[in-house]
């Protein structure tokens, strides 16, 4: 059983990961706006290689413990899951699966009550347990639930990198700056991305990311980095049909040639994440 004094040392050990591979983590601020859609393709992206040729060890996580929706998105059976790693059924490196693409991802349970919202120790456990798991990989995706969440507050806390999608959907833009002010407010220091999904073109596109990235500077002080758009692309929903991501189903559309260059603009990230991680140890040494 978890005493309150373990729940704290686990939490107090959480956020403190530095080891292992970076922890990418994709938000919004709503429902239906093709979140997961997004760290999908994504992880897919990655783990064909973006950049230079090569392919990286990617792990995609659906955090989202109540409502899962990524092996659907992957067209998995329901198969073993977090919950046989939470339940101590199995460890967590046991519930690692091979999707397409050349993704290993963990699954979520689906329509569990009790795994719909933690406790602070299971969270925190969660949290070391995604950590030890992302340690041999070169970067690890947490595909996070919508909204200001409990549970996806502290695990967007455990993230090195945010990356929020919107649409532009006004109530999209409204929930994803609550999450960015909240996600601010709990780790100042996390750098935060935003991609535009289901724009109408490139122009509306980044005008939307120039008002939106200035209001947050102005209003919360804290910078936002473009990291692209995703054209609203029928392609898409043939895909989520299909249960195929529109990045293997159909390479060529316009979707799936913005989610590779948004793909290879993270990239780019993770490389500066890695630089200063690697001066970081240096420093210590």
């Known amino acids: 059983m978890t005493t309150q004094a373990d729940s704290l040392q686990l939490l107090a050990?959480?956020?403190?990961?530095?080891?292992?591979?970076?922890?990418?983590?994709?938000?919004?601020?709503?429902?239906?706006?093709?979140?997961?859609?997004?760290?999908?393709?994504?992880?897919?992206?990655l783990a064909r290689g973006v950049r230079r040729?090569?392919?990286?060890?990617?792990?995609?996580?659906?955090?989202?413990?109540?409502?899962?929706?990524?092996?659907a998105i992957l067209n998995f059976p329901r198969r073993r899951n977090?919950?046989?790693?939470?339940?101590?059924?199995?460890?967590?490196?046991?519930?690692?699966?091979?999707?397409?693409?050349?993704?290993?991802?963990?699954?979520?349970?689906?329509?569990?009550?009790?795994?719909?919202?933690?406790?602070?120790?299971?969270?925190?456990?969660?949290?070391?347990?995604?950590?030890?798991?992302?340690?041999?990989?070169?970067?690890?995706?947490?595909?996070?639930?919508?909204?200001i969440h409990a549970d996806g507050l502290a695990l967007a806390h455990s993230a090195d990198y945010l990356i929020v999608v919107v649409t532009p959907d006004p109530a999209s833009l409204a929930d994803a700056y609550a999450v960015i002010k909240i996600a601010k407010e709990r780790a100042a220091g996390t750098r935060i991305g935003l991609?535009?999904?289901?724009?109408?073109?490139?122009?509306?596109?980044?005008?939307?990311?120039?008002?939106?990235?200035?209001?947050?500077?102005?209003?919360?002080?804290?910078?936002?980095?473009?990291?692209g758009w995703v054209p609203r692309d029928?392609?898409?929903?043939?895909?989520?049909?299909?249960?195929?991501?529109?990045?293997?189903?159909?390479p060529g559309s316009p979707a799936a040639a913005a989610i590779r260059v948004f793909a290879g603009r993270v990239s780019g990230v993770l490389e500066t994440l890695r630089r200063e991680r690697d001066a970081d140890s240096s420093a210590w040494m």
């Open 13 to 45: 050990a959480a956020p403190a990961r530095r080891a292992g591979a970076p922890l990418i983590g994709v938000t919004g601020g709503k429902g239906g706006i093709g979140k997961s859609t997004i760290a999908a393709n994504l992880a897919i992206a």
């Open 53 to 71: 040729g090569v392919a990286p060890d990617v792990l995609l996580v659906d955090c989202d413990l109540g409502l899962s929706s990524l092996d």
């Open 82 to 147: 977090i919950s046989d790693a939470m339940d101590r059924r199995l460890p967590m490196r046991q519930c690692i699966l091979r999707a397409q693409g050349g993704v290993n991802v963990l699954l979520a349970p689906r329509g569990i009550e009790r795994f719909a919202s933690l406790d602070t120790a299971e969270r925190a456990s969660l949290i070391l347990q995604l950590n030890e798991c992302s340690r041999a990989r070169d970067v690890t995706i947490l595909d996070l639930p919508a909204g």
């Open 195 to 227: 991609l535009v999904n289901q724009a109408p073109g490139p122009v509306a596109a980044r005008q939307l990311t120039d008002r939106f990235a200035a209001i947050a500077k102005r209003f919360l002080e804290k910078e936002i980095e473009p990291l």
């Open 234 to 250: 029928p392609a898409v929903s043939r895909a989520t049909l299909a249960r195929n991501p529109v990045v293997l189903s159909e």
